[in-house]
C-alpha cells in the first residue's frame, strides 16, 4: 500500500526567500500530485508529474519526480504571501494516497 | 459551466441517522472520487468510480455506500451516522487517462452530533 509522507508540515518563510517541501512515497506510483488549498476551500491542481525527471513550472512553484529516490520536491522561488496556503502531494493512480500537508506562512 | 458540485454543503445529523451527500458533475467525466479530509490526515480516498455502475473501494471505505446510475452524480450515504464521521467531504472527477487530473468539488462539512 502506497504512503505518502510530506515534510515539513508547517513552513514559515520570509517574502522574497526560497525553500522546498518534500514528499516521499513508499512504493513506486506511476503519477505524482501537488494541489494547494487554501483556508476553507477546495483543492486546486498545481502539477501532475508522470516520468522520471519530469519537471514542471508555474510562476514562483517548481515541481520535479525522481522516481528512483521516491521523491517529489516543490520549490519555491522568491515566495511572496499570495502563495500562503496548505500544499499537499499525493501519489498513485486511481486509488490515490496524499501526504498530510504542509502548511506554508510567508511572512513580510 | 457548472462543473462539479456538491450539495448539502454544510449539514448537521445525528448519529444513527442516514444521510446522503450528493455529487454531480457536468463535464462527463468518466472517473468520480470520494475524500473526506480530517485534521492530520490529509485526504483520505473512500469510494472512487470508474463509469457509471462500476465502484471500488478507497482507503477507508467502511460505513459508506456509493451508488452510480447515472455518469454526471455520484451519491455517497452514510447509512448510520457516527461521529467519527464528522469530517469535510470532497467529491472529484477526472477524464480516463492524461492529464490525470482530479477536478474537486467545493466540499461538504458534516457534522454528527
Known amino acids: 500500500e502506497l504512503k505518502v509522507e510530506q515534510n515539513p508540515l508547517f513552513l514559515s518563510m520570509q517574502e522574497g526567500k526560497n525553500y522546498t517541501i518534500y514528499c516521499n512515497y513508499s512504493?513506486?506510483?506511476?503519477?505524482l500530485y501537488w494541489y494547494r488549498q487554501d483556508p476553507g476551500k477546495s483543492l486546486e491542481s498545481l502539477f501532475v508529474l508522470l516520468s522520471n525527471g519530469a519537471v514542471k513550472q508555474e510562476g514562483r512553484l517548481m515541481a520535479s519526480l525522481d522516481t528512483k529516490a521516491r521523491l517529489s520536491t516543490l520549490h519555491i522561488t522568491a515566495a511572496v504571501h499570495d502563495l500562503s496556503a496548505t500544499y499537499f502531494c499525493a501519489g498513485g493512480n486511481n486509488d490515490m494516497r496524499f501526504g498530510a500537508g504542509t502548511r506554508l506562512t510567508v511572512k513580510p | 459551466d457548472a462543473g462539479i458540485t456538491q450539495s448539502p454543503r454544510y449539514k448537521i445529523t445525528e448519529t444513527g441517522r442516514q444521510v446522503t451527500l450528493m455529487c454531480h458533475q457536468t463535464?462527463?467525466?468518466?472517473?468520480m472520487f470520494w475524500y473526506r479530509q480530517d485534521l492530520g490526515h490529509g485526504l483520505r480516498l473512500i469510494y472512487y468510480s470508474a463509469a457509471a455502475d462500476i465502484t471500488d473501494k478507497g482507503e477507508v471505505p467502511d460505513g459508506y455506500v456509493v451508488s452510480r446510475s447515472k455518469t454526471e452524480n455520484f451519491p455517497l450515504t452514510l447509512e448510520s451516522a457516527t461521529r467519527s464521521q464528522t469530517s469535510v467531504y470532497f467529491c472529484?472527477?477526472?477524464?480516463?487517462?492524461?492529464?490525470?487530473?482530479?477536478?474537486f468539488g467545493p466540499g461538504t462539512r458534516l457534522t454528527v452530533t
Open positions: 472529484a472527477s477526472s477524464v480516463i487517462g492524461a492529464p490525470y487530473e482530479q477536478y
Open positions: 512504493t513506486t506510483s506511476d503519477r
Open positions: 463535464w462527463s467525466h468518466s472517473y
